[in-house]
């Protein structure tokens, strides 16, 4: 496990560093443009301080900022105890120092995802849509997932990564849009400065940094996107090998892939890869593969999971990995050591087709508890869902008449 710890840390830094250097790259070019032909170390400075400010603030509230961003809400134990119990288990099975904090996205479209800086403050978040449609051993498969994510140090790598991406795309657009307002303005004395040569000079150097702000941003995503469907596979590996369940995590990604809820509101490029499936919705997801994608193959990934037959360690993925794919396996070989880890069968609970239905009208339930709805039963029987913006202290019953206290906010 360390080994692939090692290794996982190590591509990412190589991946980081290209990305850096594209941000870099772009930066002189455009201190070319703006501020003459021997000018380029003032823009290469310039892009240096906006990574760093951007950085240092992803350290110190990368997580938050997300979490935010993605209108995540921390929740309670009683909000829903199944969804803790999960949490709880994967949290021991994988031996993380400390309870990853728990939050909840009220939004009906189906997916997750965890952040943090370290293992002893991370944090998992899903949709409420995620809860309402799988079973106890599918949400078991998700939560592993994102646990895996965790354990393998991949959430502060992906959340600089991201803060890297940004600022670049920031750049691009920054300079691309002033250019655009120049040329509206007519402005045409930055092109003359210095006589005929020096403008035509000045000129190419625009050219060039143009290109650069053009393919500066799209090599970033390459990058981003290639770092995010490695730490996909090996998350579904760790998922496969923290359950022993396999099927779990392969019929949740089924689920959520075909899902007919709309896409997911509060979601963006940048955030995107964080995501368990790609949130963006698009005609054929399932046999999406080309480098612009956020993640691998839904298909892809689900044929893998379910190639393992045999066991449920790390070297039991690599070796369906590589019977499917056809390629060279993206385990690390440290962590491919000789280990029995037996399949288990399906939990009795997920069995019951009945539980299932019955969380399918869960949903409403559960984004009304993150958004602070009090529930009162009735000595009728009926359930009285109260907004928290109601103002009296009393409700009356529809069905019986009878008035009910409302406890104390």
């Known amino acids: ?52 400010v951007l950085t240092l603030i992803s350290f110190s509230s990368g997580d938050q900022i997300l979490l935010a961003a993605c209108k995540a809400t921390p929740v309670t134990h009683d909000v829903h105890p199944q969804l803790f119990n999960v949490v709880e288990e994967m949290k021991i099975a994988a031996g993380l120092p400390a309870m990853p904090k728990i939050y909840i996205i009220n939004d009906p479209a189906p997916n997750a995802f965890a952040t943090g800086r370290n293992p002893k403050s991370a944090s998992v978040a899903v949709t409420a849509g995620l809860l309402g449609r ?35 795309v920031l750049l ?11 040329s509206m303005m007519g402005s045409r004395r930055r092109y003359s400065a210095g006589g005929r040569g020096g403008g035509q000079a000045q000129l190419i150097m625009l050219v060039i940094a143009i290109i650069a702000a053009i393919l500066a941003p799209i090599m970033a995503y390459l990058l981003y996107f290639a770092l995010s469907r490695r730490r996909e596979y090996l998350a579904d590996a760790g998922a496969a090998r923290l359950t022993r369940y396999p099927e779990g995590l392969a019929s949740a990604l089924e689920k959520i892939a075909n899902d007919p809820a709309p896409q997911l509101a509060a979601v963006n490029k940048v955030t995107a890869p964080m995501y368990i499936v790609n949130p963006f919705k698009k005609k054929k997801a399932m046999k999406l593969s080309d480098l612009s994608s956020t993640h691998p193959p839904i298909s892809e990934r689900v ?6 037959t045999h066991g449920a360690s790390f070297k039991d993925y690599s070796d369906a990995y590589s019977n499917i ?19 288990r069968q399906a939990s009795k609970e997920a069995e019951k087709k009945q539980q299932l239905e019955k969380q399918m009208h869960q949903v409403g339930d559960i984004m009304r508890k993150v958004n602070g709805f009090i529930f009162l039963t009735c000595v009728c029987g009926l359930k009285l869902k109260v907004p928290p913006n109601f103002k009296s202290k009393k409700v009356g019953c529809p069905r019986c008449k009878q008035i009910l206290d409302l406890p104390d906010k």
């Not at 990412?12 to 201190?31: D, E, K, N, P, R």
């Not at 691009?172 to 120049?182: G, H, I, T």
């Not at 794919?325 to 280990?339: G, M, N, Q, W, Y």
């Open 1 to 52: 496990m360390f080994e692939l710890i090692r290794a996982n840390k190590r591509n990412s830094i190589i991946l980081m560093v290209a990305m850096g250097a594209c941000l870099l790259l772009l930066g002189y070019f455009i201190g070319l443009a703006f501020f003459g032909p021997k000018n380029g170390f003032t823009g290469l400075i310039i892009a240096t301080a906006v990574w760093l």
């Open 134 to 168: 799988l079973n106890r051993d599918e949400l078991q498969g998700v939560i592993a997932h994102e646990i895996s994510h965790i354990l393998h140090r991949d959430i502060l790598f992906v959340t600089l990564a991201g803060i890297m991406l940004g600022s670049i």
């Open 303 to 308: 044929r893998i999971l379910r190639n393992m």
């Open 172 to 182: 691009s657009q920054v300079f691309l849009r002033s250019m655009f307002y120049s």
């Open 325 to 343: 794919t056809k390629t060279k396996t993206v385990v690390p070989p440290a962590a491919l050591t000789k280990e029995d880890i037996a399949l």
